[in-house]
């Protein structure tokens, strides 16, 4: 599978608003995404969801994504929502290469939910 993809972020409308980080396929179709939430004041993230469409998993999309929520964030402490089955092996794939935990169903702040 020919994995040319691009990404499209979706910003903030508040300060610690949901964002997004789509992935498109080559014909712009949404083949992944992941939305969270970012508070630079309380210096903490929130992974809400995250999904790769089946026949783009294993690819290396999900890691994409998160690193790019991550950049912006160093030091900053992580949680997620409720996860599934897969979703708890991804993110403890994803602790033990960024050394950030990512514990489901972690608080969010004020800003997050204002």
Known sequence: MDRQVS????????????????????GHRLVGCLEYQVCHVCRIGYVANIAVASHWQGQGLGRDVLHTALAPCG????????????GRRF???MEEETDVAFPAGGVQC???TS
């Open 7 to 26: 990404f499209e972020r979706v910003f903030p409308a508040l300060p610690a608003g949901r964002q997004a980080v789509s992935v498109l396929d080559a």
């Open 75 to 86: 030091g900053y402490t992580w949680s997620t929502s409720r996860q599934s089955s897969e």
């Open 91 to 93: 993110f403890a794939a």
């Open 110 to 112: 004020s800003h997050m």
